[in-house]
């Protein structure tokens, strides 16, 4: 049998009779940040002299403070010694860290250590929470939002059609965040679904949903029997009293998830940690407890995070540890300051950089991948096109405020003779 | 609203309308390992002086030689230094790693390193790797085999209903593996499928396929159109000569992915680490690649092993890694001997142990939760019934050789005055 694909003749000749997957075939060609990094590696393979500024995917640089490098080396010398050796953990993650999350992050809003899952990450617990609902779920998505909640999505078969003209899929429910709303979903205008992914503060546009925001939102899932997916990945980053957690509204817990993350509080990007809350009040529509549900999934889809990892996760928890998570993540924000400064002084109009390491600058009129093209063309400076985030994206850039300080400064001289 | 479960009533009274993804609900209650977990601490609760030996979930039980931990160490520390500190690695893992397995465990094979995709473990691999097959493939997997296989083919649909007659699920073919047959599939008998899982050395039967097994399985595989999805977890402690790798087969690029660990290999049980190869050659029945679906899976619902587990694998294939790993290996397979020996002199028919660190005993005629359960309860020792990998794993239980020698010596003493 010979084998061709697009009627060209591919491998060795022997195809397989297994079918593609459907819902793959529904995915655009590839994930966003991989594509970003594909542009930036033919951007300097054109310009191998080119001193590029890496402002576009979201990753901390930032070095993780001793206290907790101490813990995690502890940790792992401990494993050359019949004392400190450990195998398997808990696929829930070590009691202790479970407990000194729901200490640090949930204290007074009644979360328990048993409903925190340790994950190796935020993303990769967005899946395991797909493969849990399934195909037969409606959802809806902030319009822009993190894409990993969209393409998860389209994975599991809950998305439908792409619909080219629109750019979006024909089950979801996009919920525009722009200005005109305060970059939060217009609740009188969203119908019913099943799932809610909410991002705050949002990524890409660095808006922290505010009190009475959130409680609207816990308010509207209830009235429709609906659950809140929250990710609270940058909740660390938030300045202006704005809840860090789903869980600080009353009548939160029958209505939602929360998934986050070590990875941008304490520069965890590589090290890969994060968390899961299931509280026991999430109930099916047939009164099963969701927790069990997700419990059976990370112990047969996953094995729990790695050991050294949750090490450190302890002592980013700790008194020391937490002091010196906080100059790092002030250091951040001090950053995002200067890009809000520097972009509004160039007479652009900047959103976010305030409770979000993003800066989200508007171009009106232009499309964002040619801005991003041109941005990166003229000065070597990585950011991200707002419509890889969704439709809404259309004529913005994210600009992570991850990096050193004198690349920040430099950046803005650059774009200062640009733009 | 009132919100009931089994007529009972649950929570506080709000349940929300999204329905139980109904894979979910044909999911037997427990994972294996955890629910084995579940009576070793019944069982310490009702006798708290009990001198526990755990020879049921296959853990690790030796320490990490130092030169692997040296390297994790030193990784970690560079994490609080401005040149040694790394945020996101590649998804697909550090080509360095990448390049190292291709090196050892794959050479003359014709595997790339951009085949090799770095994981946090064989079974976060195997649910992702269902994610990218889909509901509509239909599965065949070894009987008695390692849960995963099954449960994660219920999660996402392919398996069909439970019969509870059998305990089998009616889409999926159980091809089963006994004495009768060499504990190796009689293809004869088999009808085709899309995914043929094959664990080899098995887990739980210990059995290491042979050059002509592996070879067969291949051949039925290119006739039918199959895809091998074969598990190498246990390859390290092969003895014989058998393949270590489907991929020492001729051919077997075009039919086969295949999944492996540093669990069992280096300990890193609790580290976290596996890799998945999938070779450009293997297509789906339209010509494209699967190597492309699975890169985007892995972009998208994965990000990436834990950096400083990835620095400790690489410290596995240093030429002084490998050779304490052995070492280690060693050790575990002269447990495996102790056993073999121990439970053959009691007058028991043992199979495994000389290519794996299992140990599968056959108990004629009995139930194997009994057995399980006279074990743990008369002896303090913890196995597993043979029944949790599957309907012909009934009669027998299986008996792990990780631990201390001195654990392994009491076991047999034990097992001694009361089989």
Redesign the interface.
């Known amino acids: 049998m010979q084998?061709?694909?697009?009627l060209k003749k591919?491998?060795?000749g022997?195809?397989?009779?297994?079918?593609?997957?459907?819902?793959?075939e529904k995915?655009r060609s590839?994930?966003l940040?991989?594509e970003i990094s594909r542009h930036e590696s033919e951007h300097l393979r054109k310009n191998p002299d080119a001193s590029l500024i890496r402002l576009g995917?979201g990753?901390?640089?930032?070095?993780?403070?001793?206290t907790?490098?101490?813990a995690?080396?502890e940790q792992?010398?401990g494993?050359?010694?019949?004392q400190?050796?450990?195998?398997?953990?808990a696929?829930q993650g070590n009691m202790a860290l479970r407990k000194a999350i729901a200490g640090k992050f949930y204290q007074d809003m009644g979360i328990k250590a048993n409903e925190i899952f340790v994950s190796?990450?935020a993303?990769?617990d967005?899946?395991r929470l797909q493969?849990?609902?399934?195909?037969?779920?409606t959802v809806a998505v902030q319009d822009p939002s993190f894409p990993?909640y969209i393409?998860?999505s389209v994975?599991?078969?809950q998305a439908g059609e792409l619909e080219e003209e629109t750019g979006k899929y024909g089950n979801i429910i996009y919920m525009n965040c722009g200005p005109e709303n305060d970059f939060f979903p217009d609740l009188s205008t969203i119908p019913r679904t099943?799932?809610i992914f909410l991002c705050s503060p949002n990524n890409p546009t660095g808006h922290a949903a505010s009190w009475q925001q959130l409680k609207q939102l816990v308010e509207f899932a209830?009235a429709?029997?609906?659950?809140i997916v929250h990710d609270s990945a940058y909740a660390a980053y938030i300045r202006d009293g704005s809840p860090r957690s789903i869980f600080a509204i009353p009548g939160a817990k029958?209505?939602a998830i929360e998934i986050s993350s070590f990875s941008k509080f304490a520069?965890f990007?590589?090290?890969?940690l994060g968390w899961t809350v299931v509280p026991?009040?999430?109930?099916?529509?047939?009164?099963?407890?969701i927790i069990k549900?997700f419990n059976?999934?990370v112990?047969?889809?996953?094995?729990?995070?790695?050991?050294?990892?949750q090490a450190g996760g302890l002592a980013c928890l700790s008194t020391d540890g937490y002091q010196d998570l906080c100059k790092v993540i002030d250091y951040n924000m001090e950053n995002a300051k200067i890009l809000v400064d520097g972009f509004t002084s160039l007479g652009w109009k900047v959103y976010g950089g305030k409770n979000a390491p993003f800066i989200w600058v508007h171009f009106p009129g232009m499309s964002s991948w040619n801005v991003f093209a041109e941005i990166l063309k003229k000065t070597n400076i990585v950011t991200i096109p707002g419509r890889g985030f969704g439709p809404a994206g259309e004529e913005y850039i994210r600009v992570s405020a991850?990096g050193?300080r004198q690349n920040i400064l430099e950046a803005l001289k650059r774009l200062n003779s640009f733009l």
Do not use: W
Request: aromatic share 10%.
């Open positions: 084998c061709y694909y697009n591919v491998g060795t022997h195809c397989t009779k297994v079918p593609r997957n459907s819902n793959l995915l590839g994930y940040f991989p995917i990753d901390t640089t930032q070095p993780i403070p001793d907790i490098t101490l995690m080396a792992v010398r494993l050359s010694t019949i400190g050796y450990r195998g398997y953990g696929e190796d990450g993303q990769c967005i899946s493969m849990l609902l399934g195909s037969n779920v990993a393409d998860s994975v599991v078969g099943d799932i209830k429709n029997g609906s659950i029958e209505v520069g990007t590589g090290v890969r026991e009040e999430l109930l099916y529509s047939n009164g099963f407890p549900d059976r999934i112990c047969t889809c996953f094995n729990g995070a790695s050991n050294i990892a991850f050193r």
